[in-house]
């Protein structure tokens, strides 16, 4: 009898206990499901995005740190490079949203990286799809309490006109003034409730790395944050475009007045999400065989927007950040009724770098040391920024001057062949690892450089890629040379004819008695810098000029095209001196997409 309710009573203990798993079973089961549609619904799956790109980061990470070893092929290890190049793409895809961002800050570093992320994440520069409008009209409304997107616009397109990662633009008319044509842009409605999400997925992937692989990156996660607040903060944008409006109208000369538009904001349909520009008609820099079909000449294509970023570099010293050819329109000057002329519109203006005049003042002078050749200049400046290898920077400036003859570009380009050839007979696996501790060296020297002089450098790539992309049909650098040489001297006649001031403890803060003589001592140094940096840029156009006059002739003996233009081989100098350097291959398509 007691053996018999022992048994019972275990089996009551064992089917209760069944049911309490089945139970805690059940409940997960269904906490999951609301937890995961309450993800979907309520914050636009921004914890899914999140876990997967910590799975993604996991699982590239780990096949490294398994699979990457000396003894595998080459085949093998390249193998590695492009699952991780697709797992990455993949979780980039997927997520959307600011991780299409992310994709594309790796995709522009991609030298730094074996060739299949290039390869691979450079799809991210497609187009993203856009949104129905009914998604989109309540991030207008919120913008606008109390008014719905018909109270603001008239005639809002169906349809977007274009779309990118994180806002989509349409077409309309204001209701306030219906004959204006404007364009809308507008922030997709998942981002703000992703934004938060998201960095927080981007610091802890770059700490996995960073510990993972020994690669110093978390010094730059703070910088892309920050960069990335502000282009989603659409009136930032706007004050932005009407500085760069006011800064040609007070500080541009007449030409590049003339020759440059910045589109008009409306403040009064433009809020933290949306932002309302005129509307203009034009030919993007995408399309070259649009614009030689029309008869816009390259060259003068090429001459102004040089010109303009020039003069945002050394003049005005607020730089746009992102002149991609997809930023930049060709059309007539409205203004000229008689003739065909030229004007660039410049667009999207939410990525801007404010220079110091201390900045400023540094990189001028910088290119006018390298111009003249005053290593003692240029090493002091390069020292100051943190760089120790002041010849570097010049390269990456395309400013130290190469051999320019057609010997020495052959002799390079057997040096480079013979180069190749001896690498490809050492370990591929002690030459990746070779060239990953160079990566992690520029990396690390990368973090004392001035936040200016990255954006400065970035958008002076973008122009050398888009002068390439279009046959490299001006000289760029003595463009940049005249703009550094009109820069400085403006700079230092301001600081010459600034008051000097001088402390007493008994008169108090007092004008000094040398003030006059002061004045006109700066005055006479801002006028020879001028004029020396002046005349080492014609003696360069002049030693350019003869070498391609050299070149034409040569070419016309041996009925050869003429294509080594002393453009050409200054870019393919600098491009084969920085790899040679750094120790990676030095890619510029990405910079034009």
């Known amino acids: 009898m007691k053996f018999a309710k022992q048994t019972v009573s275990g089996f009551w203990k064992q089917h209760l206990k069944g049911r309490k798993a089945r139970l805690y079973l059940a409940t997960g089961a269904v906490a999951a499901v609301a937890g995961y549609e309450y993800d979907r619904h309520v914050k636009a799956s921004a914890v899914a995005r999140t876990l997967r790109a910590f799975w993604t980061i996991a699982v590239i990470s780990a096949d490294y740190k398994i699979n990457f070893r000396s003894e595998r092929g080459i085949e093998y290890l390249n193998s590695i490079h492009e699952r991780a190049a697709h797992r990455l793409l993949t979780c980039c895809r997927d997520n959307g949203g600011l991780f299409i961002k992310f994709g594309q800050s790796i995709a522009v570093q991609s030298a730094l990286l074996p060739p299949p992320f290039r390869r691979e994440l450079s799809i991210l520069y497609d187009n993203a799809p856009s949104a129905p409008v009914s998604h989109i009209a309540p991030v207008i409304e919120r913008c606008f309490p109390g008014k719905s997107i018909d109270d603001v616009f008239i005639e809002f397109s169906s349809e977007a006109v274009a779309s990118a990662s994180v806002a989509q633009v349409h077409t309309a008319r204001l209701r306030s003034d219906p004959t204006q044509s404007v364009a809308v842009k507008v922030q997709k409605p998942e981002i703000s409730l992703q934004i938060g999400w998201d960095l927080f997925a981007l610091r802890t992937c770059a700490r996995l790395v960073e510990f993972a692989f020994q690669i110093p990156i978390m010094w730059s996660v703070n910088e892309v944050e920050q960069r990335l607040r502000e282009e989603l903060d659409f009136e930032r944008e706007g004050n932005n475009s009407e500085l760069a409006r006011k800064d040609l109208q007070s500080m541009g000369d007449t030409q590049l007045q003339r020759s440059i538009y910045i589109p008009q904001v409306f403040w009064d349909a433009t809020g933290k999400e949306v932002l309302t520009t005129e509307w203009i008609d034009g030919i993007s820099l995408v399309h070259p065989h649009q614009l030689e079909q029309d008869g816009w000449p390259k060259k003068e294509i090429m001459q102004q927007m040089v010109s303009l970023f020039a003069f945002q570099i050394f003049v005005s010293g607020n730089v746009h950040g992102d002149p991609h050819p997809g930023n930049i329109l060709v059309r007539q000057n409205p203004k000229n009724k008689r003739w065909k002329e ?252």
């Open 342 to 593: 030229l004007q660039l519109v410049l667009l999207d203006h939410g990525l801007y770098v404010r220079e110091s005049t201390d900045f400023k003042r540094q990189y001028a002078e910088f290119w006018r040391a390298a111009m003249l050749n005053d290593k003692k200049a240029m090493r002091r400046i390069a020292h100051s920024w943190g760089m120790a290898d002041e010849g570097m920077f010049s390269t990456m400036v395309s400013l130290k001057p190469p051999q320019l003859s057609a010997r020495k570009h052959s002799n390079d380009q057997e040096a480079v062949a013979t180069e190749t050839n001896n690498t490809s007979k050492s370990s591929h696996f002690d030459k990746q690892m070779e060239l990953k501790a160079r990566a992690v060296a520029a990396l690390r020297d990368s973090r004392s450089l001035p936040p200016e002089l990255v954006f400065v450098t970035r958008n002076m790539n973008i122009v050398r890629a888009n002068n390439q992309s279009l046959g490299i049909p001006v000289n760029r650098v003595q463009i940049l040379g005249q703009y550094a040489a009109l820069g400085l001297r403006r700079i230092l006649r301001s600081t010459a004819v600034s008051p000097l001031r001088r402390y007493s403890h008994i008169h108090g803060v007092t004008a000094r008695r040398d003030t006059f003589l002061s004045q006109i001592i700066g005055l006479a140094a801002a006028e020879w810098s001028y004029i020396t940096f002046r005349v080492a840029l014609w003696i360069a156009d002049v030693g350019m000029s003869a070498f391609n006059v050299w070149g034409r002739i040569k070419a016309l003996i041996s009925g050869k095209p003429f294509t080594q233009t002393a453009d050409v081989v200054l870019d393919e100098a600098m491009r084969r001196a920085l790899e040679k350097r750094l120790g990676y291959t030095i890619d510029t398509s990405l910079l034009t997409a």
